[in-house]
């Protein structure tokens, strides 16, 4: 089976930050690809925005050079990217000044096609963009902005920056991204509850135990020093990409696919969560930071070796046990937990059914385990749902517990797009349902603040764990001391 590509009217695509690291990695890759299946239309325009001097032919160079850097080799189709290239044209902006602003607004031209500006640039930017764009007659009724995390480091400086995005914006033209929504597998959750019968009557007290959800990364820092010691787990990951998913798993069927009827759910789940505070924080959270040891096949340095300052309290792990307080969910624990230099890249959702109220099979048949419905966002995204069986043959009744394993990459022809593909192009069609509105961003910041406030006020210590496991012990003992343990297979 293959998916229908839907083309899409013509539109321009401007990138501030355009020869930064998301252009190149994702972004245009991302077009890329929309260019090869056939979805961009004439005469679609990518213009790349950054304070570097460049012209339209080295940026086009630029262009290339990141695609076939970060495009598979099979996907490389010469024609295509020559067709994509001819879209790009370039021009140097200081977000800070007025130069190069007239030139831009030449390039664009007085076209009345949707008109798309990614800010990939740090949010310290996002207002003055905005304002200057508004300043230079550079914003029309078909235009929209699309903004990267993090939306601030906290609740106050989150409604600083929506402040100044939203006096030049109306909110039907912001797009908050985050990528992690992009992902089929996260978009499958919706599938899954609201288009089966199956799974919806039991998604409640009643019947499940509780919920995992494990982003883990296994690489350290990368590039991302500057950036990550100022943010930490917390900020980076739990504030947007697990409180986002939580919501999906969690929240009631909306009325309609509709990007207000979505957006309405999960913001009823933010504002359900059990408040977690000095009051609680220590029992509820762990924080880790991870030292040295071996992961991805060789040794590696522990956080505070890839520092220049060699000295940090930041977490690069966080486990935290959460509850909403609604009828549906009461009494259910929901496990979160993610850090970096974990034992594997792994992401995914687990769904823990309670067991069977009675057994009426003899102990020689073997213990009974009860159901688990497992999602996986990445990699090998997949859904397995397991269950019991009888092993097959002769000799009376023997169970087993076998999974029901639907993998996207075997049960789906061709490659799996990108989340930004998807994004983008919602983007374009101005579908909000997978861009997070500002109370959604706010209430997720009114819930990890006191969190942050609790770890700085109680000091709160990051515990060592060394790179390659699965994070600090007090992550092990979070869970187990209800009774439960991690999914780790």
Same mark, same amino acid.
């Given at each position: 089976m293959?998916?229908?590509?839907?083309?899409?009217?013509?539109?321009?695509?401007?990138?501030?930050?355009?020869?930064?690291?998301?252009?190149?990695?994702?972004?245009?890759?991302?077009?890329?690809?929309?260019?090869?299946?056939?979805?961009?239309?004439?005469?679609?325009?990518?213009?790349?925005?950054?304070?570097?001097?460049?012209?339209?032919?080295?940026?086009?160079?630029?262009?290339?050079?990141?695609?076939?850097?970060?495009?598979?080799?099979q996907?490389i189709d010469?024609?295509e990217?020559?067709?994509?290239?001819?879209?790009?044209?370039?021009?140097a902006?200081?977000?800070?000044?007025?130069?190069?602003?007239?030139?831009?607004?030449? =390039?664009?031209?007085?076209?009345?096609? &949707? /008109?798309?500006?990614? %800010?990939?640039?740090?949010p310290? +930017?996002?207002?003055e963009?905005?304002?200057?764009?508004?300043?230079h007659g550079?914003?029309?009724?078909?235009?929209?902005?699309?903004?990267?995390?993090?939306?601030?480091?906290?609740?106050?400086?989150?409604?600083?920056?929506?402040?100044?995005?939203?006096?030049?914006?109306?909110?039907s033209?912001?797009?908050?991204?985050d990528?992690?929504?992009?992902?089929?597998t996260?978009?499958?959750?919706m599938?899954?509850?609201?288009?089966?019968v199956?799974?919806?009557?039991?998604w409640?007290?009643?019947?499940?135990d509780?919920?995992?959800?494990?982003?883990?990364?296994?690489v350290?820092?990368?590039?991302?020093?500057?950036?990550?010691d100022?943010?930490?787990a917390?900020?980076?990951?739990v504030?947007?990409?697990?409180?986002?998913?939580?919501?999906?798993?969690?929240?009631?069927?909306? =009325?309609?696919l509709?990007?207000h009827? &979505? /957006?309405?759910?999960? %913001?009823?789940?933010?504002?359900? +969560?059990t408040?977690?505070d000095?009051t609680?924080?220590?029992?509820?959270?762990?924080?880790?930071?991870?030292?040295?040891?071996?992961?991805?096949?060789?040794?590696?340095?522990?956080?505070?070796?890839?520092?220049e300052?060699?000295?940090?309290?930041t977490e690069?792990?966080?486990a935290?046990?959460?509850?909403?307080?609604?009828?549906?969910w009461?009494g259910?624990?929901?496990y979160?937990r993610?850090?970096?230099?974990?034992?594997?890249?792994q992401s995914?959702?687990?769904?823990?059914?309670?067991?069977?109220?009675?057994s009426i099979?003899?102990?020689?048949?073997?213990q009974?385990?009860?159901?688990?419905?497992?999602i996986?966002?990445?990699?090998?995204?997949?859904?397995?749902?397991?269950?019991?069986?009888?092993?097959?043959g002769?000799?009376?009744?023997?169970l087993?517990?076998? =999974?029901?394993?639907?993998?996207?990459?075997?049960?789906?022809?061709?490659?799996?797009?990108?989340?930004?593909?998807?994004?983008?192009m919602?983007?374009?069609?101005?579908?909000q349902?997978?861009?997070?509105?500002?109370?959604?961003?706010?209430?997720?910041?009114?819930?990890v603040?006191?969190?942050l406030?609790?770890?700085?006020?109680?000091?709160?210590?990051?515990r060592?764990?060394?790179a390659?496991?699965?994070?600090?012990s007090?992550?092990?003992?979070?869970?187990e001391?209800?009774?439960?343990?991690?999914?780790?297979?």
């Amino acid at each position: 089976m293959t998916s229908q590509i839907i083309p899409v009217d013509p539109f321009d695509f401007i990138i501030f930050g355009g020869t930064g690291d998301l252009a190149e990695r994702k972004l245009l890759p991302a077009l890329y690809h929309r260019q090869r299946t056939g979805q961009l239309t004439d005469p679609t325009r990518i213009v790349g925005v950054s304070r570097a001097a460049m012209d339209d032919a080295a940026y086009r160079d630029f262009a290339r050079a990141a695609i076939l850097e970060h495009v598979r080799k099979q996907d490389i189709d010469e024609t295509e990217l020559a067709a994509f290239l001819s879209r790009l044209s370039y021009v140097a902006v200081d977000a800070m000044t007025d130069k190069g602003w007239k030139q831009l607004k030449t =390039a664009i031209g007085k076209s009345e096609t &949707v /008109r798309a500006y990614y %800010l990939a640039v740090g949010p310290s +930017l996002f207002g003055e963009i905005a304002n200057r764009l508004k300043q230079h007659g550079l914003i029309t009724a078909n235009t929209r902005i699309v903004v990267e995390k993090p939306i601030g480091r906290d609740l106050a400086s989150a409604r600083t920056l929506n402040d100044a995005i939203g006096q030049v914006f109306d909110e039907s033209q912001i797009f908050r991204i985050d990528h992690y929504l992009g992902k089929e597998t996260v978009q499958n959750l919706m599938a899954l509850r609201f288009g089966n019968v199956l799974y919806e009557p039991l998604w409640n007290c009643n019947h499940i135990d509780h919920v995992q959800i494990t982003v883990a990364e296994s690489v350290g820092l990368e590039s991302r020093a500057g950036y990550y010691d100022k943010a930490g787990a917390l900020r980076d990951m739990v504030q947007n990409h697990l409180l986002q998913l939580v919501c999906l798993v969690a929240m009631e069927p909306p =009325a309609f696919l509709d990007a207000h009827a &979505v /957006r309405d759910e999960k %913001l009823k789940i933010l504002r359900a +969560l059990t408040p977690i505070d000095q009051t609680n924080a220590e029992k509820l959270t762990v924080r880790g930071q991870y030292v040295a040891g071996a992961s991805n096949g060789g040794a590696v340095k522990g956080y505070l070796e890839e520092l220049e300052n060699g000295a940090s309290e930041t977490e690069t792990f966080v486990a935290i046990k959460a509850e909403i307080e609604n009828w549906r969910w009461a009494g259910v624990p929901f496990y979160l937990r993610t850090g970096k230099r974990l034992a594997a890249r792994q992401s995914e959702i687990v769904i823990q059914f309670k067991p069977v109220p009675h057994s009426i099979f003899e102990r020689s048949a073997g213990q009974l385990v009860a159901n688990q419905l497992v999602i996986r966002l990445q990699p090998d995204e997949g859904v397995k749902q397991w269950i019991m069986i009888k092993d097959p043959g002769p000799g009376g009744m023997r169970l087993r517990h076998v =999974a029901l394993d639907m993998s996207f990459a075997e049960e789906f022809e061709g490659r799996n797009p990108d989340a930004y593909e998807r994004l983008v192009m919602d983007v374009i069609r101005g579908n909000q349902t997978l861009f997070m509105r500002r109370d959604e961003v706010e209430a997720a910041w009114k819930w990890v603040d006191p969190i942050l406030k609790a770890w700085a006020e109680t000091r709160q210590p990051a515990r060592n764990y060394t790179a390659g496991t699965w994070g600090p012990s007090g992550a092990i003992a979070l869970i187990e001391r209800d009774g439960r343990t991690w999914h780790d297979a």
